[in-house]
């Protein structure tokens, strides 16, 4: 009796559904790919030992049958090859690994909320002021459009005789470098600016009222000015909020004269990223080099400014923005 008992008990514990899962194999798919991908193209490829790194992701992942449950594995992937400027996306979800947050202040993120549009003004000593906004990414129409409004806006100062301008960054958090870089093209050579450092040398260029890496022509605008503004003094201010495509918008005035970036130490997302498609509902964004300024100087890490000043921004209050004030004062003392 006692033994018909048992079966029978142990026999219902058997029919109970259980919670235990088995890795899918579309999981296992997208971690061997992602893991392949990474050992091809990642920056950091060569730091890394492929084999130990698939066998913990696998293991960390071996209940997972939901690719939405992920989130984890890829972030531990991201963080082997130290890529904080990657991500991988699934479907609506996005996986990134962060090394740690960026001192951004809250004047930053209430500008970055009301949506950052370029401003310009006169300040005391007939010095012009200069907002740089994000740019995000779209079709070669729509970085047009944003390099013309830019350019525009530079058109405005530059046709008022201003003496020195201030470029302000601070809210440039990246999108595509080429539109704001040919949005000040008259502060800038024509020529060769800089460069992508992947596996190849990718060369930046301004050609007329075009933007070129190496040979393609990826935006261009028509100014309404065609003043040569190379020997004017210019400052560019920085901050936690100046990363991405924002800190190779500065590289691309390294080495031009009379040229200093005021202000802290920018984001230090100075990658350069390509984005890569898995399949139909996943992608990933990978960080494949790093950016050169004209005189061959590869920038790693974040951008340290030529002055450092740390006071409060003041974006609705420009003219007592410390920032602002001694910048004007730089400016006043190289003016030709």
């Given at each position: 009796?006692?033994?018909?008992?048992?079966?029978?008990?142990?026999l219902?514990f058997?029919?109970?559904?259980?919670?235990?899962?088995?890795?899918?194999?579309?999981?296992?798919?997208?971690?061997?790919?992602?893991?392949?991908?990474?050992?091809?193209?990642?920056?950091?490829a060569?730091?890394?030992n492929?084999?130990?790194?698939?066998?913990?992701?696998?293991?960390?992942?071996?209940?997972?049958?939901?690719?939405?449950?992920?989130?984890?594995?890829?972030?531990?992937?991201?963080?082997?090859?130290?890529?904080?400027?990657?991500?991988?996306?699934?479907?609506?979800?996005?996986?990134?690994?962060?090394?740690?947050?960026?001192?951004?202040?809250?004047?930053?993120?209430?500008?970055?909320?009301?949506?950052?549009?370029?401003?310009?003004?006169?300040?005391?000593?007939?010095?012009?002021?200069?907002?740089?906004?994000s740019?995000?990414?779209?079709?070669k129409?729509?970085?047009?459009?944003?390099?013309?409004?830019?350019?525009?806006?530079?058109?405005?100062?530059?046709?008022?005789?201003?003496?020195?301008?201030?470029?302000?960054?601070?809210l440039?958090?990246?999108?595509?470098?080429?539109?704001m870089?040919?949005g000040?093209k008259?502060?800038?050579?024509?020529?060769?600016?800089?460069?992508?450092?992947?596996?190849k040398?990718?060369?930046?260029?301004?050609?007329?009222?075009?933007?070129?890496?190496?040979?393609?022509?990826?935006?261009?605008v028509?100014?309404?000015c065609?003043l040569?503004?190379?020997?004017?003094?210019?400052?560019?201010?920085?901050?936690?909020g100046?990363?991405?495509?924002?800190?190779?918008?500065?590289?691309?005035?390294?080495?031009?004269?009379?040229?200093?970036?005021?202000?802290?130490?920018?984001?230090?997302?100075?990658?350069?990223?390509t984005?890569?498609?898995?399949?139909?509902t996943?992608?990933?964004?990978?960080?494949?080099?790093?950016?050169?300024?004209?005189?061959?100087?590869?920038?790693?890490?974040?951008?340290?400014?030529?002055?450092?000043?740390?006071?409060?921004?003041?974006f609705?209050?420009?003219?007592?923005d410390?920032k602002?004030?001694a910048?004007?004062?730089?400016?006043?003392?190289?003016?030709?």
């Amino acid at each position: 009796m006692k033994q018909t008992i048992f079966i029978f008990f142990l026999l219902s514990f058997l029919a109970k559904p259980t919670s235990i899962h088995a890795q899918s194999d579309e999981v296992k798919f997208l971690i061997d790919t992602t893991i392949s991908i990474m050992k091809n193209n990642a920056v950091n490829a060569n730091t890394v030992n492929w084999d130990t790194l698939r066998s913990n992701a696998l293991m960390q992942a071996k209940n997972i049958d939901n690719p939405y449950e992920l989130g984890s594995t890829m972030r531990y992937l991201y963080r082997s090859i130290n890529d904080f400027h990657g991500a991988f996306f699934w479907k609506d979800s996005t996986f990134q690994w962060r090394h740690g947050e960026s001192a951004i202040s809250d004047s930053i993120m209430n500008e970055w909320k009301k949506g950052v549009k370029s401003i310009t003004m006169v300040l005391d000593k007939n010095i012009g002021y200069l907002r740089i906004p994000s740019m995000p990414g779209g079709s070669k129409e729509d970085y047009d459009s944003k390099a013309q409004m830019l350019n525009d806006s530079l058109c405005i100062l530059l046709t008022k005789n201003i003496k020195g301008i201030i470029l302000d960054a601070r809210l440039d958090g990246g999108g595509a470098m080429f539109p704001m870089i040919l949005g000040v093209k008259q502060l800038l050579s024509q020529g060769f600016l800089g460069s992508f450092r992947t596996k190849k040398k990718e060369d930046w260029f301004i050609k007329s009222n075009g933007f070129f890496i190496d040979t393609t022509l990826l935006t261009e605008v028509k100014p309404k000015c065609e003043l040569n503004a190379q020997k004017i003094p210019v400052v560019i201010l920085v901050g936690p909020g100046t990363g991405s495509s924002g800190e190779f918008f500065l590289m691309a005035f390294k080495g031009r004269k009379n040229t200093i970036l005021l202000g802290s130490q920018t984001a230090g997302w100075v990658t350069v990223n390509t984005g890569i498609s898995i399949n139909d509902t996943a992608f990933m964004n990978l960080s494949i080099g790093y950016g050169a300024d004209r005189n061959g100087k590869i920038y790693k890490e974040a951008l340290e400014p030529d002055i450092k000043i740390t006071s409060v921004d003041k974006f609705n209050d420009i003219a007592n923005d410390e920032k602002v004030k001694a910048a004007i004062k730089w400016l006043e003392s190289h003016i030709q």
